[in-house]
């Protein structure tokens, strides 16, 4: 073949930053491939140094505002680890209440708004809303409703919650209230069913592709695990030293991304909804187990636009969940609990959890005033980059015969499977101008 | 009966940017109104998980960070006509696509409250940084006593 082309994607669209692809083809050889993260730096850790371990949370909720939750429960995960405090039964209930509104609120959000138009074959979700599938959207839309109602109540806000505290929740909601809200959550069963529907009629959209790499993300024996859990590989299986994280997240330079690079065993590995699926898809509950079963989509999945439907996969799961959740605490009886009280003391506190984009770490360290003196945390999409490098290198020498702007597309759907959050990633390389 | 809410945007964690959040903090702070039908909403950096919200409420103030190329700390009340028309730049949005792209969306789909308005202040600096520069500080008060005003006007 001889084809040449020069393929150069900046600020690719419907993602959360910006990301550019830079592809060169010379006489039928591909030249250079590069996935070119080339965002600013950020420096929310800079930002946690110095802060008395009450204003924490708050300043992580600020770094992103899609998966504020998420930042919240990993940063008050670190600081009461460094303090040593143990949380309330409720209060691991409704945290994980909580982690279930932001994973549906995300979900349908990238699904809905972000990579639906893919497959309907149109560059946004505007002129879906004025095409035939208006009703689809506006499905998504009562969805979307739905999960932010849930975070609403758990956690005080639709975005940035106030109710989670170090040590439990500022308040509860009424029994009432959670009750309402579980048959709501009931009717979305039946409207997740109806948008999983459309996306299957037209799901042959997305590549067919797959290329073997290392899945890591939380497990656990008792749950689908989110909120809490074990790290473990689809290669090297669990890892319990969770304060030693760096040994499995390695981060690593190259000289094309601002971005640092991640890898483990691997020269790349995948987290997210598709990590998660892939270690744990047999503690799904059964209805999301069905969707799974529709799209026929087994462990272990190797094709990463598959990310996609293994988020429709968790959004029913989340859904059922959060169910199961509420009749749980209702039959406990909901206790209007103090957050538990906390002794200052020197430590250092690591905090896991699941984040719609994978799994996040935030790791402080505390003097004897309960100051932050150090922090590190470990965002997602950081982590999927080099997959994200390696998927391409994979995937473009099988569709180098297609056209170009079909190759630019193919290329757009697959940064895009991974719903990266580039703008909320930290970690970048310090560059010198000399 | 009508609905009102009043939503500051912006990201406290990248200095004037925040100005949204900090200006309503401060009007909640001072609520001494038993008044239920206006909601005090954080919108942070939501961009499209707002879309729900709109169709909530009859009529919705925005507070947020808007280059007009104005002085720091000037400011301008703001229909959503006008702010369609006059190109304005909002923030470095760290999520795409910045609020004004969620409410063409959330009109073509019928989810669009009657009265849209934006108390638009002119930021300084965007940079990282978990305060207001020293110019916007300086202007909170008489920042926040416009807004009052303007709010009592909003929920005539």
Same mark, same amino acid.
């Given at each position: 073949?001889?084809? +040449? ?8 669209? *419907? ?26 730096? *950020? ?15 708050? $300043? ?96 005080? *806000? ?52 797959? *290329? ?67 270690? +744990? ?18 462990? $272990?999945?190797? +094709? ?131 | ?5 009043? $939503? ?137 006593? +416009? ?10």
């Amino acid at each position: 073949m001889s084809k +040449n082309m020069a393929i150069n994607l900046e600020h690719v669209t *419907r993602v959360e930053g910006h990301g550019n692809i830079v592809l060169n083809v010379k006489k039928g050889t591909i030249e250079k491939i590069q996935w070119q993260v080339s965002e600013a730096p *950020r420096f929310f850790e800079a930002m946690l140094r110095g802060r008395p371990y009450t204003e924490l949370r708050t $300043i992580a909720s600020r770094i992103c505002g899609i998966c504020s939750i998420g930042h919240s429960l990993a940063s008050l995960k670190a600081t009461e680890d460094a303090l040593n405090v143990t949380i309330t039964e409720q209060t691991a209930l409704f945290r994980r209440l909580a982690i279930n509104a932001e994973n549906m609120q995300s979900h349908i959000l990238h699904l809905g708004y972000l990579a639906v138009p893919d497959l309907f074959g149109v560059g946004s979700v505007f002129p879906l809303v004025e095409s035939p599938h208006k009703e689809t959207v506006l499905k998504i839309i009562q969805l979307h409703r739905l999960s932010n109602e849930l975070s609403d109540l758990i956690c005080g *806000r639709t975005t940035h919650p106030i109710r989670l505290i170090v040590g439990g929740f500022s308040a509860f909601p009424t029994k009432q209230q959670l009750l309402h809200l579980k048959e709501r959550l009931q009717e979305g069963i039946s409207i997740t069913a109806q948008v999983a529907e459309t996306i299957k009629s037209v799901v042959d959209k997305f590549p067919t592709f797959s *290329r073997e790499t290392e899945y890591i993300g939380l497990t656990s024996p008792e749950e689908y695990a989110l909120y809490d859990g074990t790290i473990a590989s689809t290669d090297t299986g669990l890892f319990k030293d969770a304060k030693n994280y760096r040994s499995i997240m390695k981060e690593y330079l190259v000289p094309w991304s601002t971005a640092k690079y991640s890898k483990h065993t691997r020269k790349s590995y995948m987290v997210g909804a598709l990590a998660r699926f892939n270690l +744990n898809s047999k503690m799904l509950h059964p209805k999301a187990q069905r969707v799974a079963k529709s799209f026929n989509l087994q462990a $272990i999945n190797y +094709n990463p636009f598959m990310n996609n439907i293994a988020q429709l996969v968790e959004f029913m799961h989340n859904i059922e969940d959060s169910i199961r959740l509420i009749d749980t605490i209702v039959d406990k009886g909901i206790k209007e609990e103090k957050p538990v009280s906390v002794t200052i003391k020197q430590g250092r506190g690591v905090g896991i959890v699941e984040v719609p984009r994978g799994i996040l770490v935030h790791d402080y360290s505390l003097d004897k005033h309960g100051k932050c003196t150090n922090a590190n945390c470990i965002i997602p999409t950081n982590q999927n980059h080099a997959n994200i490098q390696k998927d391409m290198e994979a995937l473009v020498p099988q569709i180098l015969h297609k056209p170009k702007q079909e190759i630019e597309l193919n290329l757009e759907m697959l940064v895009r499977a991974y719903d990266p959050c580039i703008s909320c990633s930290t970690h970048y390389l310090t560059v010198d101008f000399i | 009966m009508k609905k009102y809410a009043i $939503i500051g945007l912006g990201n406290p964690l990248r200095k004037d940017d925040g100005v949204g959040i900090v200006l309503l903090e401060k009007l909640q702070k001072g609520n001494d109104s038993s008044d239920e039908h206006i909601h005090y909403i954080d919108g942070g950096t939501g961009g499209m998980s707002l879309l729900p919200l709109f169709s909530d409420f009859d009529r919705i103030l925005f507070i947020d960070a808007v280059d007009m190329h104005k002085k720091p700390g000037a400011f301008q009340l703001l229909d959503y006509d006008e702010m369609k028309t006059k190109h304005y730049s909002f923030r470095h949005s760290t999520h795409e696509p910045n609020i004004l792209k969620v409410l063409m969306i959330a009109q073509q789909l019928g989810e669009f409250p009657k009265n849209i308005s934006f108390f638009a202040i002119q930021p300084k600096e965007l940079t990282f940084g978990n305060n207001l520069t020293s110019e916007l500080q300086d202007h909170l008060d008489i920042l926040l006593r +416009n807004l009052k005003k303007e709010i009592k006007n909003f929920i005539k």
